[in-house]
Structures are given as structure tokens and as C-alpha cells.
């Protein structure tokens, strides 16, 4: 569909948002990588085939907020190795503070830790670079 068209049924057809935040959300969905967009149209990065949507479904305002990659990361390891999130945190700190003598970004010291713990980091690289270039 072309992006008027999306934005034309999340906020007046459906009146799930405004059309601020319908916009909003396509650019969300596009750098997400869950939507695509060729000569201005949008279409699913994925496969809709299992995605089942509840009768009467209504987005939440949970849409707008950002994931940030170095949370689902930290959250990762913490699963993993059966601990909680301020631990992993503690121990990222220290290895930013005890091996590199405080020169490492967090997004980097949490790529070691990540792979000293063997746990999944690859899907959020570029996520995690995206944000080391923002945030610096």
C-alpha cells in the first residue's frame, strides 16, 4: 500500500491514532526493518502468513517507544545466564572501566560480554552501531 493510504486507515478510517503518529509509526516499522518500501510502496518484510489478528484489536500507545538494542542485549544475557538485568550491567561497567580503563562504549563492551556468555547478539549490530552514532 502507498503511504497515504496507510496513513489514511490508522487515523481516520480506524481512529487508532493521529496522523502524526500513523507517520511516525511507518518510519518506526521501515528502519525496524518490518516494512519495505519500493517506489512508494510499503510491504511486509516478513511472512504474514502466521501473524493472527485478534478480532477487535486496537494498537497500544507501546507502538511509538523504541526498543533500545543495548537493553534487549543486556536482557538477553541476563535470561541466559540466569541473573538480573543490574548485574549484567555491573559487569559490562567493569569491563569498560577494569579492561579498557573506560574507554569503551557500552554498546561494544556488551558485544563481548554477549559473546564470553554465548548469547544471540548478531540481529542488533546494526541496531547497536545505529546507536553509537547517534548517541556520540
Do not use: C
Not at 500513523?22 to 521501515?30: F, G, P, S, T, W
Not at 548469547?119 to 547497536?128: E, I, R, S, Y
Amino acid at each position: 500500500m502507498r503511504k497515504n493510504e496507510l496513513v489514511y486507515y490508522y487515523a481516520l478510517d480506524r481512529k487508532w491514532m493521529s496522523t502524526e503518529q500513523a507517520n511516525l509509526l511507518l518510519k518506526n516499522a521501515e528502519e525496524e526493518g518490518l516494512l519495505v518500501q519500493d517506489n512508494g510502496i510499503y510491504s511486509p518484510n516478513f511472512d504474514i502468513s502466521g501473524v493472527t489478528i485478534p478480532i477487535g484489536f486496537k494498537p497500544t500507545s507501546a507502538i511509538f517507544e523504541k526498543k533500545d538494542p543495548l537493553q534487549e542485549v543486556i536482557g538477553r544475557i541476563a535470561k541466559a545466564t540466569g541473573t538480573q538485568d543490574t548485574d549484567v550491567v555491573a559487569e559490562m561497567n567493569k569491563l569498560i572501566k577494569d579492561g579498557f580503563d573506560g574507554n569503551l562504549l557500552p554498546e561494544a563492551a556488551i558485544v563481548i560480554i554477549a559473546q564470553r556468555h554465548k548469547v544471540p547478539f548478531g540481529d542488533k549490530l546494526d541496531a547497536l552501531s545505529t546507536s553509537v552514532k547517534k548517541n556520540r
